[in-house]
């Protein structure tokens, strides 16, 4: 295949005009190249990891599960903690019949991951997918986990009227809406799937931090103009890619690690086409349909359908909005100026100063407030992500001779399963009645807020009034970073949630 020589640049739309012709093109991209990658080795990995042995009888086989101790991938917005937290008010145990959908499950990330913590439980999931190749693979993943609490519908957002699912407690979106050709009435059916009290994850390309990949696709456009063949655009986009600088992919690839992975193995001059580069390369320079939002525009989405905002979610992205004026924006005066501004603006400000959020990362309710908070005293505050080195790193950094006066410490906190994430500062309050609630806490005594002020008040003779605001101070701040959560007493976290280790903190 010849690749044509560009003697002047011009704008070329999509060759599909409707509706249903970019639906069609979407159903085969994905059913060709079924999204997100997943290798063969993977499979391998996951199979080696779930199945102890294969059991057979009278000719008929089956895979006899491990049920490890932990699962083998983590999903840091579905971890069940979380969603307690952001939209179910600390209250939801769970135990109800939970139903979940997975909407554009691929190859069963998400969809898996939920299952597998929620097993124990009478929860089921939905996972939709008009990719009956990544469905395969998805099922695949189920079975060595050997998971039974998963219906499967092979079908699109569009249909879910048409297929009678019922309502549902929470639904997962991430990164499908963008590609639907009606993004609101997409999202609108969803809102009305949801349940009185439910609440929606949802992922969306974001406008600035994919500015250059949305240059790449323009340029793919011109070049593949008459290209109808898949196999052909994709050996042009490699041709082109091959032919850039390095300098040229660092500015443009600007990405999580997994998906730069995936691609820059192939731009090696030496080396052809993967299934990994095929996968990802098409997914983002030659994708059908592929609508990016500002804050402004995810803000004005899901005012359409109803909905109400609950929170920024995914660590590195939430981080930039939570340490935004200590971090960046450290002049008083522009402080100022800026938190005179509604929180959608001081939103819009943050993506704009920062520029790099390729993603926009989201909590849906139809409720409002739907987020736990210390406003209700029956709630049981806990350490979430069992963060490591907490009790010594808080000793070192408040080690004084008077611990009776309110004063702010700050400390490091890094992230154990995912170093690249980098770290972020945490600023806390601590007197020796803030200490005092850490031993209460990590003793495991599944005490309320009300409980853990009333035994300060009564064992120390603390003021109950210094005593409260003490206690909120320290838990506002720690809530604000995802250190501590939120829940109803009934609530057991199980085991494999409450032992793994998220975070780290330590002195700076």
């Known amino acids: 295949m010849i690749v044509r020589y560009l003697t002047q640049v011009m704008l070329v739309t999509l060759g599909y005009c409707s509706d249903s012709e970019i639906s069609q093109a979407m159903r085969d991209h994905y059913t060709a190249l079924p999204y997100p990658y997943f290798s063969e080795g993977k499979l391998a990995d996951e ?196 032919s850039m600088l390095p300098s040229f992919h660092e500015r443009r690839f600007v990405l999580p690690e997994e998906f730069s992975l995936n691609i820059i193995p192939s731009l090696s001059r030496e080396l052809p086409r993967s299934k990994a580069f095929d996968i990802e390369a098409y997914d983002l320079f030659s994708n059908k349909k592929d609508r990016p939002y500002s804050l402004p525009d995810v803000f004005q989405l899901m005012r359409k359908t109803g909905l109400h905002f609950a929170g920024f979610y995914h660590p590195p992205y939430k981080n930039k909005f939570t340490s935004f004026f200590r971090n960046i924006l450290n002049d008083s005066d522009l402080q100022q100026t800026i938190e005179k501004l509604g929180f959608e603006d001081q939103a819009a400000v943050v993506e704009l100063v920062y520029g790099d959020m390729d993603l926009h990362n989201v909590f849906l309710s139809k409720q409002q407030d739907s987020a736990a908070t210390l406003q209700d005293k029956d709630l049981v505050p806990f350490f979430y992500g069992n963060p490591r080195n907490l009790l010594e790193t808080i000793s070192k950094v408040t080690q004084r001779k008077n611990e009776t006066e309110e004063r702010f410490y700050s400390a490091q906190v890094g992230y154990v399963m995912n170093p690249e994430y980098g770290q972020f ?65 009934e609530y057991n976290i199980i085991p494999r949630i409450r032992s793994r280790s998220l975070y780290y903190l330590y002195a700076k």
């Open 47 to 242: 199979k080696s990891y779930y199945v102890a042995e294969s059991s057979c009888e009278l000719g008929s086989c089956h895979l006899v599960g491990s049920q490890p101790n932990q699962s083998v991938y983590f999903h840091y917005p579905n971890c069940p903690p979380v969603l307690n937290q952001y939209l179910f008010k600390g209250r939801q145990t769970f135990t109800n019949n939970f139903r979940i959908l997975v909407t554009g499950g691929g190859t069963g990330n998400s969809v898996t991951y939920m299952a597998e913590e929620l097993r124990n439980t009478n929860t089921e999931l939905t996972y939709l997918d008009f990719s009956k190749t990544s469905m395969d693979i998805a099922r695949i993943r189920a079975k060595y986990r050997g998971l039974n609490n998963i219906k499967w519908e092979h079908a699109m957002i569009e249909n879910i009227p048409q297929i009678n699912l019922g309502e549902f407690d929470f639904i997962e979106c991430s990164c499908v809406l963008h590609h639907l050709a009606d993004p609101d009435a997409g999202l609108q059916i969803l809102a009305d799937s949801l349940k009185e009290e439910g609440g929606i994850y949802l992922i969306l390309y974001g406008l600035y931090g994919r500015t250059g990949l949305y240059q790449v696709q323009d340029l793919m456009r011109i070049v593949n103009e008459d290209v109808f063949e898949r196999e052909f655009e994709l050996d042009n986009t490699l041709y082109i890619l091959k």
């Open 425 to 489: 500062n945490l600023q806390f309050p601590m007197t020796q009645k803030g200490k005092n609630v850490l031993h209460f806490m990590m003793q495991g005594l599944n005490l309320s807020f009300q409980e853990i002020l009333d035994k300060l008040v009564k064992k120390k003779s603390h003021g109950y009034r210094k005593t409260k605001r003490a206690l909120e101070l320290f838990f506002e701040e720690a809530i604000k970073n995802d250190i501590v959560f939120l829940k109803k007493k």
